[in-house]
């Protein structure tokens, strides 16, 4: 009586189906949230068709400043990102006597634009926070990845032939092909998986090993955080109210500082008070190590009080790994890549759980317990992207200037992806597989069209902008592939189902 | 295949393999932990230094210690390995003491 199973190989497919298994749904989200945040801007600009005034940097981050005095003066923080070439507007979070809110700013007169959205901030947020309160969705999300950590490595051990997997598909064979998809998805991009796994799990690392800084600092956490970023400075309110200095020549005195490089974000702490400190940080779309660079200004007087780079090499390591999983560096083909990586990853983990039950109904008819876990199956590879795909139509249909008309959003996607999967609990896969993708692709076709979506279409090429096109060429073919695999599925039942059914009855 | 000479009904396969999840669940993480705190504390460079490479040590040994929890011949020896490295990393941790300043 010693081991789960006989034998290493068998014990690592063992150990490799029950940690993807264990985990797999969530993983999914994460997975196909993670793969829709590498083009985060992009998938603003698509929710906020209206919105495509733009402007330089630092006259937009000006504009804001000034509408933010006169509309959030008693405000804590105001916390500003600078529109860029994949972003025109103006994204800040402030609190305006409440909590705080996320809003983009139009970069020209510094307002909130109309259509009140979470845009591309949705996927990001639901990646590694999963709609839970702080700090649930973070621990569950790290869980997730160590789990992942292990599936991977154990999925690799258990292979006989990388090379050879790499040109391996069987179709039409059933389990065979499933599982020579699933080894392909894996293999092809195992130095991504491996890459990403790893250092999303360094995003969260001070939520999921703080184990370090406790042996180092002990209860001090304040300490650690400081010796993290030395360059921050964190000056109390003084109580009396004050007017900020104009912000222009500080983002330029900061350019300058940071040798002619761009800035990106712009923290505005106390910003009505006598003791505001405005701290302009350096962009690191140019380079690979999210790594910080930073000047602090005294807000009323507009003197530098503060100046940091980073230079120490381990944090300099820790900054490349972050600035590797948050891909901002990743420019043209390399930013696809990410997108292709993420994409394969997310197909790894579908056709893992769909194999799951495959392997298992070849073999003798399903358990109650792999009844459930494909229906599951079905409500999630199907349910999330339906979710997904009605939080798009939710932001052509919900009129501008609605109340809460954000929140209406993410509550309209959450719905939307639990009725599905309540759906395909309640219906048998046979029913449940062409029924959700044929939900999925209709909304996917809807999205671009509904809400006045071709006018929007039409402006865009007049104005020569390729995001909204890429984006709704995208959302048609991810329709069409839905269609196509909801043909399959029919088609499949006719040819496959019967000889095994009458095989289980012989 | 092999899979047929483990007996895979009852409860002293269910036992098993809990108590296999157990070492490679809390037991991996705990032993990632321990490693952390003594990668910290060993480091050369400064507090923050030894902090960043005790962490990211201490993620591999996640993997590493799930494996050999199912991996390894028999439940005892699964647990003694856990147990095995989480007094080595801890006992160097303890010895080593915080770091001055």
Same mark, same amino acid.
């Given at each position: ?71 959030a003066p008693k405000s804590a923080g105001w916390y500003l990102t600078a529109p ?10 402030? +609190? ?137 400075? +964190? ?76 230079t120490r090499p381990a944090v300099g390591t820790y900054a490349v790994i972050y ?184 | ?101």
């Amino acid at each position: 009586m010693s081991a789960v199973r006989e034998g290493t190989r068998q014990v690592m497919a063992w150990l490799h189906g029950w940690t993807g298994l264990a985990l797999g749904w969530v993983l999914f989200v994460m997975c196909l949230a993670g793969t829709m945040s590498v083009f985060k801007p992009e998938i603003s600009r698509w929710m906020r068709p209206e919105a495509t005034a733009s402007a330089g940097r630092v006259e937009a981050i000006n504009a804001a400043t000034r509408w933010l005095a006169a509309n959030a003066p008693k405000s804590a923080g105001w916390y500003l990102t600078a529109p860029d070439d994949r972003a025109n507007n103006v994204e800040a979070t402030y +609190d305006s006597g409440g909590d705080y809110v996320a809003r983009a700013l139009d970069p020209v007169s510094g307002a909130p634009v109309a259509r009140e959205t979470l845009g591309g901030e949705f996927f990001y947020r639901l990646h590694f926070e999963l709609e839970l309160p702080y700090p649930w969705g973070r621990w569950l999300a790290s869980i997730v990845a160590l789990t992942m950590l292990t599936a991977l490595v154990t999925g690799i051990i258990a292979h006989r032939r990388i090379f050879r997997d790499f040109f391996t598909f069987r179709p039409r064979k059933g389990q065979r092909s499933w599982l020579d998809g699933h080894n392909a998805l894996g293999v092809l991009a195992m130095p991504f998986h491996l890459m990403i796994t790893f250092s999303g799990l360094v995003t969260l690392a001070s939520l999921n090993m703080p184990w370090g800084i406790v042996a180092n600092y002990g209860n001090d956490l304040a300490a650690a955080f400081h010796d993290l970023a030395p360059g921050a400075v +964190d000056r109390p309110a003084a109580g009396r109210p004050g007017t900020l200095a104009p912000i222009a020549p500080m983002l330029r005195e900061a350019e300058r500082r940071f040798g002619g490089a761009p800035f990106s974000r712009v923290s505005i702490a106390n910003p009505g008070d006598a003791a505001s400190v405005v701290t302009v940080y350096r962009s690191d779309a140019a380079q690979i190590g999210a790594t910080t660079a930073e000047v602090s200004f005294d807000g009323p007087s507009g003197r530098v009080i503060g100046a940091w780079a980073e230079t120490r090499p381990a944090v300099g390591t820790y900054a490349v790994i972050y600035g590797l999983h948050m891909g901002r560096f990743a420019n043209g083909v390399l930013r696809w890549l990410y997108f292709l990586g993420g994409a394969m990853l997310t197909l790894a983990v579908a056709s893992g759980m769909i194999l799951w039950v495959v392997k298992r109904r070849e073999r003798a008819p399903l358990s109650l317990a792999n009844r459930i876990v494909e229906r599951l199956n079905v409500g999630v590879i199907a349910g999330v992207p339906i979710g997904f795909a009605a939080y798009l139509c939710a932001n052509r249909l919900l009129p501008p200037g609605l109340v809460d008309r954000a929140q209406l959003e993410v509550t309209i996607a959450l719905d939307a992806a639990g009725v599905a999967l309540l759906v395909a609990l309640a219906v048998p896969p046979r029913l449940g597989w062409p029924l959700l993708l044929g939900v999925l692709a209709s909304l996917c076709l809807a999205s671009p069209v509904v809400g006045g979506g071709l006018s929007y279409l039409s402006q865009a090429l007049a104005r020569g902008d390729a995001v909204l096109p890429m984006a709704d060429a995208l959302l048609v073919g991810v329709a069409l592939t839905a269609l196509a695999c909801m043909r399959t599925v029919t088609r499949k039942r006719a040819d496959i189902r019967r000889p095994a059914r009458a095989r289980a009855i012989a | 295949m092999g899979a047929r000479a483990v007996d895979r009904r009852g409860w002293r396969y269910r036992g098993n393999v809990a108590a296999r999840v157990l070492a490679g669940t809390i037991g991996a993480y705990t032993v990632a932990s321990c490693l952390a705190m003594a990668v910290a504390r060993l480091s050369a460079g400064g507090r923050i230094d030894g902090v960043i490479a005790g962490t990211l040590c201490a993620y591999l040994a996640v993997p590493a210690v799930a494996i050999w929890a199912f991996l390894a011949r028999g439940t005892w020896r699964a647990w003694g390995g856990v147990v095995v490295l989480v007094a080595l990393f801890g006992a160097l941790a303890w010895m080593i003491g915080p770091p001055a300043r």
